[in-house]
């Protein structure tokens, strides 16, 4: 009698069955983990969802979040907003966005476009740029190019509204909180905000109108330096060995105006084998440099002053024969003009002193930077008495906070600075701490009951230290101060 023989698919399984199983496993887990891990987010408090690392269940419970949600009469508007954003918008979401899925970091993406080399403190401005613009565009936030800002709505001694033009006409943007980038705090200025401006006599800093050229031949331009003593690669200045004479020279000869040489700098661009930037000319001023009559002859003036620069170098310093300008600046750099009053005024003390704070947004050691022909600079003496490892100053958060209008923050070189102070703190990576410390005030003033001016500043420091900046809290020996109370 024949045997029946047994199926073996029904009772074994193969090694691509297990493989399978676990592949599948793992798509469902990546497929259905995003829904999951925005609804931990809903359920947590939002202040410390800002610290991150919530991976499967809340860390603060609460149902706030949803209660605040309904509360709001526009909610069903901005619930069919996000539905038509989302059916309209998801293949162009998917183009746009997954090639940005990995390395979201600044100097990752500029690095990548082939705009930095060495340390991430050399970079090339075109380059980051573009960088920026990508992140921007792809955390969601809408741009708006071409457009300045014309005025402002107040109510209740709050900002409402913002007023901008372009070719549109005119519109307005309401919002909760507003930060105020511009550099000279204009929407600061509109809003009736009290300002400083200038040194003791009310001169502002030198301004300056950088230019670029390219074309440069770099074996003959460093074989020239080497010459004069100076060993750098692909920089120059008026104070590197043999230049101050050169400068001179080219003065005497009325190549160039005795305005020019005083300052003059000029260094490589990464990604850019055959170029240089200019931080020059350096410009003369006088109170009030915001003012547009005052900023169109400065950017004349310093495009004259750019052609005498050209002239220079090709005709005094070997490698820039065939060298031509590429670019120059769109708008003439100011260095200081407005600095806002702000729950707290850095000033010159504190940073000769070294002084932390409880609530700093970023701990830097950059030096006075003086463009004036005052010599308070000079005068200043730090103190020694600090331990060399602690020999650096520090950016409290309330200096973002603007003192009269509570729905208000300024960050960068015309936030809470004294006019010392403020040319040591105007640097990019100290406004760069600034900007990202003015989104965590946003998002933590909602949740306070007097909303800016009720934050607890010292959790913005908290914050950052969760996302990896490295903020030393005041020690023995610094020069610290105690958080005031306003």
Known sequence: MARKKKNKGLHYKT??????????????????????????????????????????????????????????????????????????????SVLVTSGFAYGIELIDRTRRLGGVEGDDSHFDPTLLSFALEDMVCASGCQLLYHTQLAGVVMGQGRITHVVVCNKDGLSAYQAHYFVDATGDGDLAHMAGERYASGDHRGLNQALSLRFEMAGID??????????????????????????????????????????????????????????MNFNCPELTTRAGVVEAAFLTSKQVEGRAAILRMRHFLREYIEGFAQAYITHTASMVGCRESRRFEALYTLTIDDLLSYRKFDDAIISCAYPIDLHSDDD??????????????????????????????????????????????????????????????????????PQAPAGLHDVDTRQVTHLLRARGMRIEPPGAGDGTIERQVL
């Open 376 to 445: 308070a600079g000079a005068r200043l003496r730090y103190d020694r008495n600090v331990p060399p490892d602690r020999r650096y100053w520090q950016v409290p958060a309330r200096c973002l906070i603007a003192r009269q209008t509570p729905n208000l923050l300024i960050a960068g070189r015309c936030a809470g600075l004294d006019y010392l102070a403020q040319s040591a703190a105007r640097i990019q990576i100290v406004c760069r701490a600034m900007g990202e410390a003015a989104g965590m005030l946003c998002a933590l003033a």
């Open 218 to 275: 770099f074996t003959a331009f460093h074989a020239h330096m080497r010459r004069l003593g100076n060993h750098s690669e692909r920089y120059f200045a008026m104070n590197t060995p043999g230049m101050r004479a050169i400068l001179r020279q080219a003065c005497d000869d009325g190549v160039l105006h005795e305005q020019d040489i005083p300052y003059f700098q000029g260094f490589g661009v990464p990604g850019k084998p055959d170029a």
């Open 15 to 92: 090694w691509f069955d297990y493989v399978n199983v676990v592949l599948l496993a793992v798509i469902m887990f990546v497929t259905f983990y995003p829904f999951w891990s925005v609804l931990v987010l809903s359920l947590n408090d939002p202040t410390d969802a800002l610290a991150g690392r919530l991976w499967l269940w809340p860390r603060v419970f609460t149902l706030n979040n949803y209660i605040s949600f309904f509360q709001r009469g526009d909610f069903i508007e901005a619930t069919m907003r996000s539905v038509a954003r989302t059916v309209l918008g998801a293949l162009a």
